[in-house]
């Protein structure tokens, strides 16, 4: 009798519980047409402690989901059963023992109940050898009618699962046939218990953590590794501890690398200083980390494009220990919890303990404020002497410029861009760079969290499906409703509401400041990147950052629902035959603005869009500083922003040595703003406009930049200022590149 049927009287129904680990048969959206894909493989992971529903792992899109609706748990092949348990043992045995204490301590922990309540579980035999889960065989006649009748609702209920209601007997893993495994249960549609392996367990946050892991051992592992790595580096030189010296505090960060298909690949150890123990002046002075602009990254993908060679992506493994420390800085270290010496090795350095030990610093290491630029140093010289030259209009851009072609290099900390005028060139830039052990990680397809993909034809195609996927999981919106625009009309006189708490990281139920601006700081770098339809709702939710309300959070996540529903947008580059030519590169522009925008302050928003060779290299949604007087005023602000955007490109592309056409284009859907543009006189309507502004005067009367009206309907910067209807945002979002 269970405690509950002692203390009420009613006997528990324990028919929902499951076994950790069970097959089955998930169904993502229910509602779904009777002919389109419904249900997918999972493995049941848990139940979900707030909401009813079973927690299950769907390796083909490598997530744990919360459903209600699973059907053939346990009842799939019985050949494909006993693989995944094989697979389980072989791939992390360690993995498989916590898996195992995890079912015998709910055993522990179950309650006697009815047996005609609880379907039979047969337990794991005492030799410890894997057992392949099968419901409790019946008469043999019995049996083949019911496994008939289980084949026709499993190939209804799954399209995706092939022998699922099989005969299913319990077999010892000894008497399985360790036959081939059929392809039909290979690739996406196999449940991965790799897989599983890396989501349920998991990274440890500290070297305790990882000391108490189940994969314990193979923490301790990747730590010698580590240890090992740094030493033969020459990073430090093992010391006696001066008296009164400053030292500075290590930790460990572990992760577990994963391949693509989310079998593990290796456990990493990393050593990290403590760089906040660190003081300005005494163990550090500069700091300065090479961040790549994404603009100038749009500019190298088409660079590419013209050039007819793909980017390419390379990666430089442990990059900051590699650069040498400031030689009037002296940094010292605890000794790192892990690293042991023999007695022999402390009886020749004169201690008696490692406690009495120091690490005194010869090169950078992770966590040191100072050592992204140690690194970008060192990087720089050796592009130096392999014949680059940094631009001056981005810090981030090398180019090398030989008789017979050029090679183009831009710089993210330790991954790299490149492309050039030819292949032998990208390759021969490679060999070079062995002098830091650069990987070639072939045509770019991830870089910066966007996935990327090229085409002969089409060109280059960015999204990023995956960041947005991991970003309605973590805020908790992957099961809300998509929305058809970011931004309706009715924020205008929406009430703000109340202000977020201030205080801790809050939840996505309870959001606090923080968790406001954690979700503001993605949807930013998701708008910067790819998605330019979201600028405008994404700068309106940003303009309270400080001091968010519940509006604010409300139109957050009404921007997240929308990038549900257009996930599977890409972000289309592909030069354009007729914007290159002997004469140049045509390099043009689209400016608006929306008068008086802001309700309160009544300032303008400006946008602009920047092209170059028929594709969109750069865009961008701007709150004016000043209070226009009127839409040719506003017009005329939003051209001066838009113009110098467009003369970084123009300078970026000079510097790589591709000529640019001239006259360059801004098109502008005013034409009392053309006019003040292009006229060499200054009415009294804009005598008050900052000078600042007025620098586009010149660059039309110099003829650099050539004026165009353009017609509302296809000002493609109209997507970047104001609330639109989903029919016109739709038709805009083409006009930005925006396909699918």
């Known amino acids: 009798m269970s405690p509950l049927e002692m203390l009420t009287g009613n006997v528990p129904n324990l028919s929902d519980i499951v076994k950790f680990g069970s097959p089955c048969t998930a169904y993502r959206d229910p509602g779904k047409k009777a002919w389109k894909s419904r249900a997918q493989v999972g493995m049941i992971v848990g139940k979900n402690d707030e909401t009813k529903g079973f927690k299950v792992y769907l390796p083909k899109d490598r997530i744990v989901i919360t459903t209600q609706h699973i059907k053939n748990v346990e009842t799939l092949d019985s050949k494909q059963n006993a693989q995944l348990q094989a697979q389980l043992e072989r791939e992390d045995p360690e993995l498989k023992r916590a898996v195992e204490e995890r079912e015998h301590a709910a055993e522990r922990k179950e309650p006697v109940a009815d047996s005609s309540q609880i379907s039979e579980t047969p337990k794991v035999p005492e030799s410890g050898d894997p057992v392949v889960k099968s419901k409790k065989k019946r008469s043999r006649k019995k049996s083949k009618k019911s496994s008939k009748k289980k084949k026709t609702v499993a190939a209804e209920d799954a399209a995706e699962v092939e022998g699922a209601g099989a005969d299913e007997e319990q077999l010892p893993a000894e008497e399985v046939q360790p036959t081939r495994m059929r392809t039909r249960y290979m690739g ?36 010698r590794e580590e240890i090992e790595a740094l030493d033969q580096n020459g990073t430090w030189k093992v010391v006696k501890k001066p008296k009164n010296a400053k030292l500075l505090h290590t930790k460990w960060v572990f992760k577990l690398k994963t391949h693509a298909d989310g079998t593990i690949e290796r456990y990493k150890a990393r050593l990290v200083a403590r760089g906040d123990e660190q003081e300005y002046g005494v163990d550090y002075t500069y700091t300065f980390s090479a961040v790549l602009d994404m603009e100038s990254g749009k500019i190298i993908l088409v660079v590419s494009r013209i050039w007819k060679v793909p980017a390419r992506h390379g990666d430089v493994p442990s990059a900051y220990v590699k650069a040498k420390k400031e030689a009037e800085l002296v940094i010292m270290l605890f000794i790192p919890t892990g690293m042991e010496f023999t007695e022999e090795q402390l ?28 690194w970008n140093q060192l990087l720089h010289s050796i592009l130096l002497s392999l014949g680059f030259q940094k631009f001056y209009s981005d810090s981030c851009l090398y180019v090398k410029i030989e008789e017979d072609g050029m090679t183009l290099v831009g710089v993210y900390v330790d991954d790299i861009l490149v492309t050039a005028t030819s292949v032998e060139k990208v390759d021969k830039f490679f060999q070079d760079m062995q002098v830091v052990e650069l990987k070639d990680l072939g045509v770019v397809s991830k870089f910066l969290g966007v996935a990327f993909s090229y085409d ?10 995956q960041v947005i996927q991991d970003m309605l999981v973590k805020f908790g919106l992957d099961k809300a409703a998509p929305v058809s625009t970011p931004i309706g009309g009715e924020q205008d006189g929406e009430a703000p509401g109340e202000l977020l708490p201030s205080g801790g990281a809050g939840t996505p139920g309870r959001p606090t400041v923080r968790t406001f601006q954690s979700l503001v700081g993605s949807l930013l770098w998701i708008s910067r990147c790819t998605r330019p339809d979201i600028s405008f709702a994404v700068h309106r939710a940003t303009r309270n950052s400080h001091a968010p309300r519940e509006a604010d959070w409300r139109l957050a996540k009404r921007i997240v629902k929308y990038l549900k529903g257009t996930k599977s947008i890409k972000f289309v580059m592909n030069a354009d035959e007729n914007a290159m030519g002997e004469d140049g590169v045509l390099v043009e522009a689209y400016s608006d603005a929306d008068y008086a925008a802001d309700k309160k302050d009544r300032k303008s928003v400006g946008g602009g869009v920047v092209m170059m060779a028929g594709a969109v290299v750069a865009w961008m949604c701007k709150k004016q500083a000043c209070v226009a007087l009127s839409t040719m005023e506003s017009e005329f602000v939003a051209a001066s922003h838009t113009t110098a955007r467009m003369l970084g490109v123009i300078e970026c592309l000079k510097e790589i040595g591709i000529k640019v056409r001239v006259p360059s284009l801004l098109h502008v859907d005013n034409q009392a703003a053309i ?9 009294g309507h804009a005598k008050h406009i900052e000078t600042r502004h007025k620098f586009v005067k010149d660059f039309v009367k110099k003829k650099v930049l050539l004026i165009n009206y353009c017609e509302s309907k296809k000002m493609r910067a109209d997507v970047l200022t104001k609330v639109l209807l989903a029919p016109r945002l739709t038709e805009l979002r083409g006009l930005v590149m925006l396909s699918g």
């Open 347 to 374: 009886r020749a350095l004169g201690v008696k303990s490692k406690y009495e030990l120091a690490l005194l610093l010869e090169k950078g290491l992770y966590g040191l404020k100072q050592s992204g630029r140690l």
């Open 675 to 683: 006019a003040q543009l292009e006229g060499e006189d200054t009415t």
């Open 188 to 223: 996406k549609k196999h449940v991965s218990v790799g897989s599983v392996s890396a989501v349920m367990l998991k990274d440890p946050k500290n070297f305790r953590e990882a000391m108490r892991d189940p994969r314990g051992e193979k923490w301790k592992q990747a730590i």
């Open 456 to 465: 002969e034809e089409d060109g280059w195609a960015l999204d990023q499906e």
